[in-house]
């Protein structure tokens, strides 16, 4: 995906519900201005803030800037997850959890698979809190998930991730999005990696890589994708 054109089709989408940044009321080329000025702001100060020694302090002070600049603070704190700095990432990734940015979820619902599969551990680590905690929040994002698991054009292993996004997120469509992955995964290369997403779903792993609590009922009634 290329962030940075999700970045301005992300400005260009918020210019007709976001008000302008301080007290100017601006035509639509003044907001996409002022959009990508914060964008680069937020950016800054998460590379600045990254280089500190990080601590609950730096995380609560970098989110309250974030939140600021609505969703062009979220836009960034996003695309901040795929950062070169491992740092970065990092700081990222604990703006993300902090409820001040939850509401943008809905938002970013086509990086949810790179998050859940992200080449940094940590990252990747982080991806099943983050929907966990934003359970409630994040009840509106179920359409756009179940729309992109029925799109043609999703990749299948996306399709894994995806119906394990609203297996996180909505407990009560685990079986659902188990049904989902053993129906509908049958590719070579992808099987194992349904097998594992199936056997959390199942308890017999951790749980989605998150123990709930209490701990969800196994379900014993599933398919197993065959190659």
Same mark, same amino acid.
């Given at each position: 995906?290329?962030?940075?054109?999700?970045?301005? *089709?992300?400005?260009?989408?918020?210019?007709?519900?976001?008000?302008?940044?301080?007290?100017?009321?601006?035509?639509?080329?003044?907001?996409?201005?002022?959009?990508?000025?914060?964008?680069?702001?937020?950016?800054?100060?998460?590379?600045? $803030?990254?280089?500190?020694?990080?601590?609950? =302090?730096?995380?609560?002070?970098?989110? =309250?800037?974030?939140?600021?600049?609505?969703?062009?603070?979220?836009?960034?704190?996003?695309?901040?997850?795929? $950062?070169?700095?491992?740092?970065?990432?990092?700081?990222?990734?604990?703006?993300?959890?902090?409820?001040?940015?939850?509401?943008?979820?809905?938002?970013?619902?086509?990086?949810?698979?790179?998050?859940?599969?992200?080449?940094?551990?940590?990252?990747?680590?982080?991806?099943?809190?983050?929907?966990?905690?934003?359970?409630? *929040?994040?009840?509106?994002?179920?359409? *756009?998930?179940?729309?992109?698991?029925?799109?043609?054009?999703?990749?299948?292993?996306?399709?894994?991730?995806?119906?394990?996004?609203?297996?996180?997120? =909505?407990?009560?469509?685990? *079986?659902?999005?188990?049904?989902?992955?053993?129906?509908?995964?049958?590719?070579?290369?992808?099987?194992?990696?349904?097998?594992?997403?199936?056997?959390?779903?199942?308890?017999?792993?951790?749980?989605?890589?998150?123990?709930?609590?209490?701990?969800?009922?196994?379900?014993?009634?599933?398919?197993?994708?065959?190659?």
């Amino acid at each position: 995906m290329d962030r940075r054109a999700f970045v301005a *089709k992300s400005i260009a989408a918020s210019c007709a519900t976001l008000a302008p940044l301080g007290s100017l009321v601006a035509s639509e080329p003044n907001v996409i201005s002022q959009g990508e000025v914060a964008f680069d702001h937020a950016e800054e100060l998460l590379r600045s $803030n990254a280089k500190l020694p990080r601590c609950r =302090q730096l995380i609560k002070e970098t989110e =309250q800037e974030i939140s600021a600049l609505g969703d062009w603070g979220a836009t960034a704190c996003f695309c901040g997850i795929w $950062n070169e700095d491992p740092s970065v990432r990092i700081l990222s990734i604990n703006c993300c959890l902090t409820k001040a940015v939850h509401v943008h979820l809905v938002q970013y619902v086509d990086l949810l698979p790179d998050i859940l599969d992200h080449d940094d551990l940590s990252i990747r680590r982080c991806g099943p809190n983050l929907l966990w905690k934003m359970e409630s *929040k994040a009840h509106s994002a179920i359409p *756009k998930l179940k729309q992109k698991l029925s799109d043609p054009e999703t990749d299948p292993f996306d399709r894994i991730l995806l119906a394990k996004a609203i297996a996180i997120i =909505q407990p009560s469509l685990r *079986k659902y999005a188990a049904d989902y992955v053993a129906r509908t995964v049958h590719d070579p290369e992808n099987v194992e990696f349904a097998k594992i997403v199936l056997a959390e779903l199942r308890c017999e792993r951790p749980y989605l890589g998150l123990w709930t609590n209490p701990v969800p009922e196994p379900i014993s009634d599933l398919a197993v994708p065959s190659a």
